[in-house]
């Protein structure tokens, strides 16, 4: 591999990176009926999703493929006109160990969610250390509403 193939890969792998938004979509398994979800990856394997709406609690989680503790100290901080606006809870780990239940509902917070540029969360689970996950916000408030739209 030449120094020129080098650059253009990383050049490509941080545009792709760069260029993360929140994505939406339906989804019909033909088993469960169709459900809406919506998703933001970080470039790194990771996602957070939100789940639920339609008339139900609109929740988030972070994908991380595998957490070691089962109920994580989690923080999410918002960048919103150039400040950081921080929500604390303790997540739930899932039943497979790869995903956090961060937040049950967020209807409560539509106002910082569809303002945020960006969204940091950080995810201590005392056994595997603390991580910080970085999501862009682009997308967020069509997301936001595509999942509460019944």
Not at 1 to 27: D, G, V
Not at 123 to 129: A, I, N
């Amino acid at each position: 591999m030449n120094l020129k193939t080098i650059i253009t890969t990383a050049a490509l792998a941080c545009a792709a990176n760069l260029s993360a938004q929140w994505t939406y979509e339906t989804i019909d398994n033909g088993f469960d009926g169709k459900f809406k979800i919506a998703i933001c990856q970080d470039g790194q394997g990771n996602f957070a999703k939100l789940y639920g709406g339609q008339g139900e609690p609109l929740g988030l989680l972070l994908y991380t493929g595998y957490n070691c503790f089962e109920r994580p100290k989690v923080e999410v901080i918002l960048l919103i006109n150039g400040q950081w606006v921080k929500y604390e809870t303790v997540g739930l780990n899932s039943s497979d160990s790869k995903k956090v239940y961060i937040f049950d509902d967020i209807r409560g917070s539509e106002a910082n969610w569809k303002a945020a540029t960006e969204m940091r969360i950080r995810h201590d689970d005392d056994h595997c250390g603390t991580r910080i996950y970085t999501f862009s916000m682009k997308g967020s408030t069509a997301a936001f509403d595509f999942m509460v739209a019944r």
